[in-house]
Structure formats: structure tokens, C-alpha cells
């Protein structure tokens, strides 16, 4: 009789266990309803030069990301701060793919960015541009130590004299004999 009942209570514990590792999966529209929320970020810079199959191969990833830590859905889009969450995911998902393949540059610096900023010249051909792009990626590579400081670099990128600016000129000259100069700009505490 003891075998009995033990044998009975591993098999409910069995059944309880794959019931909830069912239940706890999200579905078919939850992810969906993830995927719809995701489309919001297609104005970063780094993902709105995504054509849209890629955008949907980066949105699957951070969906199932965020399920493998939060597996019930309805609790992740309850909790309080679950779009900080979200943003941390897509943030964390960029930095990702950055440090996987610093080639990645032509989306956080769109060839038609570059030529608007006067980096570039317009018209360059495929192969032109992607020798520019390879030539930026290797001088990323051997001017920052940590993706913290090319992260760094890209938002002090703003100021009219910054690292990312000069490691294009230079690779502009070196590919174009495109001479760009950057001005220094002082700024003057008023008074």
C-alpha cells in the first residue's frame, strides 16, 4: 500500500509539473501582442535601418529573452515597471548584436545619415560603402577596449567634436580622399 501511494504521489507531482511548465509558456498571441509592443522601438537608430525580416528576427529574440525569465505572461505585463523591463531587453539585445559583429555601424550610422552630417560623399556604390563601413568597424575595434566605452562614445557623439565623428573623417580621407575638418566649438559659461 505505501508503494502504492508514493508511486501515486510522484505521478500527480509529475503530471502538476508538466501542467505548469505548459501553462507557463506564453502563447501564440501573447507573443504576438510582445512582438506588436516591440514595433515602437523601430525608430532607434540602430534598428530602423533593419529591413523587416531582420526587425522580426530582433523582435522573436527579445520576446523570447524576456519569456525565458518571465515565463507567465500575465504576471510579466502586470508588474509595475514591465516597460522598463522591455527596455532593458531591447537595450541589452543591441549591445548584443554590436559586440557580436562590429559591422553592424552601417545601422547606427546610416550611409544616408553620414552623407547629410558631410562625412560622406553621395553616390559611393555598395562596395564603397561596405569598405567604409569595414574600415570604421576596424578602427571601433582597435579604439575601444569594452563595448561600455563605444557605448560612451556614441552618446557623447552629440558633442561637435567627438571620437566616432573623427574615426569616419578618418576613414573618409584614408577610402575617398575626402577631407573633412570638425570644428571645435567652445562653450563660454554666460555670466
Known amino acids: ?31 504576438k501582442a510582445m512582438r506588436e509592443n516591440l514595433r515602437q522601438y523601430r525608430d532607434m537608430i540602430y534598428l530602423q535601418d533593419l529591413t523587416d525580416p531582420e526587425f522580426l528576427i530582433f523582435s522573436d529574440s527579445v520576446t523570447g529573452d524576456i519569456e525565458a525569465i518571465y515565463p ?7 508588474m509595475d515597471g514591465a516597460q522598463d523591463t ?3 531587453f531591447v537595450l541589452t539585445a543591441i549591445v548584443e548584436e554590436l559586440d ?32 567604409f563601413y569595414r574600415c570604421l568597424a576596424q578602427k571601433v575595434n582597435g579604439s575601444f577596449y569594452s563595448m561600455e566605452q563605444f557605448l560612451m562614445a556614441i552618446v557623447s557623439d552629440t ?20 577631407v573633412i575638418e570638425v570644428e571645435e566649438v567652445d562653450i563660454v559659461p554666460a555670466n
Request: charged share 25%; aromatic share 10%; hydrophobic share 40%.
Open 1 to 31: 500500500m505505501k508503494r502504492f501511494l508514493l508511486s501515486l504521489t510522484i505521478l500527480l507531482a509529475a503530471v502538476a509539473l508538466t501542467a505548469c511548465s505548459q501553462k507557463a509558456k506564453w502563447n501564440h498571441e501573447q507573443k
Open 72 to 78: 507567465v505572461y500575465t504576471t510579466f505585463i502586470e
Open 86 to 88: 522591455v527596455d532593458m
Open 100 to 131: 557580436a559583429d562590429a559591422h553592424n555601424m552601417r545601422h547606427i550610422y546610416p550611409y544616408r545619415y553620414l552623407v547629410s552630417e558631410g562625412i560622406l560623399p553621395d553616390r559611393l556604390t555598395h562596395e564603397q560603402q561596405r569598405d
Open 159 to 178: 558633442t561637435s567634436h567627438s571620437k566616432m565623428k573623427q574615426l569616419q573623417s578618418e576613414c573618409a580621407n584614408d577610402l575617398f580622399d575626402w
